[in-house]
């Protein structure tokens, strides 16, 4: 059986529907509509999740970060073990590490506690989803503080793939894999991207961290967010998520899915 966690999330919903025809049982904390098999769980209470967990099942460990996520995580994963589970996959992102900003430090601990859990492990490391564009573009404007740097956004239905693909196969080496899109692009030209694909102008500006914290606190992120998540934009602006990867293609078989692709198949996203 394979446990997926986050069911009702970006990358859940993508994967249940990846998982239809296995034996998968989505974890939710209130009824959905999922089609789908499911228990009811809450990572706050990581023990609602264990309980569903038999010898040799799977786990796909994945949810928004909330300030108890790494105690509960690794909570999670300490369960998991005891209950003999085959297999822990999780989602964090790239260059997590213990004491890096946001949900980067957290992970990173996470992380830490998975690698020497004792269970097989996949670490997914994702760079930003493109699937987070539409709510950035507002009047035609969209604000950042990444420079010039290329960032290779990955479509977040090719984690999900991915996802689906180590939770199938016959359970392999633990691992860390870095999933990027097929093509990295500076937000200048993801801007002009955008606004090609829905036929009106769009365009990119760049500020200073200070002028960037602003900006979010004003749309309601509270500090220190707002600080952290300009200060994690100028990080990136060194290059850091400009390289891509082969991960997708050579988990999955296909290639990442392109930034054209998305726009393509998202367009009313961003009229919303
Ligand atoms: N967005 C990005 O650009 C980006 C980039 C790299 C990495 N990531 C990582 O991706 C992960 C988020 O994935 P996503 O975007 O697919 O998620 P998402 O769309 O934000 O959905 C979050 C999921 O977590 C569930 N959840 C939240 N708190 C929970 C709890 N206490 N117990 C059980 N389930 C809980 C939610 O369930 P409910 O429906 O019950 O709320 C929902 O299914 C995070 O770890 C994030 O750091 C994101």
């Not at 786990?59 to 790494?70: M, Q």
């Not at 080496?173 to 870095?178: K, P």
Request: aromatic share 4%; net charge negative; charged share 20%.
């Amino acid at each position: 059986m394979i446990l997926v966690t986050g069911a009702t999330g970006t990358i859940g919903r993508a994967l249940i529907e990846r998982l239809r025809g296995e034996d998968v049982v989505a974890v939710l904390r209130r009824p959905a509509d999922l089609d789908c098999a499911h228990v009811l769980g809450d990572l706050e209470r990581p023990e609602t999740i264990a309980a569903a967990l038999s010898p040799g099942d799977r786990l796909f460990l994945n949810s928004s970060l909330w300030p108890g996520f790494v105690q509960a995580h690794q909570r999670m994963i300490d369960l998991a073990r005891e209950a003999g589970a085959g297999q822990i996959v999780t989602v964090s992102v790239r260059g997590a590490t213990p004491g890096a900003l946001l949900g980067g430090g957290a992970h990173g601990e996470v992380d830490a506690h998975l690698r020497k859990s004792g269970v097989p492990w996949s670490i997914l490391e994702p760079v930003g989803f493109m699937q987070n564009l539409p709510a950035e573009v507002r009047g035609g404007r969209m604000y950042g503080s990444y420079g010039s740097a290329p960032v290779g956004y990955i479509d977040a239905r090719d984690i999900a793939d991915v996802a689906a693909a180590l939770l199938t196969r016959p359970v392999g080496e633990s691992g860390v894999h870095v999933l990027t899109g097929p093509e990295a692009h500076s937000h200048d030209e993801i801007a002009a991207a955008i606004g090609a694909a829905l036929g009106r102008p769009v365009e990119y500006t760049d500020l200073p961290v200070p002028e960037m914290a602003a900006h979010l606190a004003r749309q309601g992120l509270p500090e220190p967010v707002s600080h952290d998540l300009a200060a994690l934009m100028a990080e990136i602006g060194d290059g850091r998520w400009s390289t891509v990867t082969t991960a997708v293609q050579d988990i999955t078989g296909h290639p990442p899915r392109s930034l054209a692709a998305f726009l393509a198949d998202h367009a009313p996203a961003f009229e919303r």
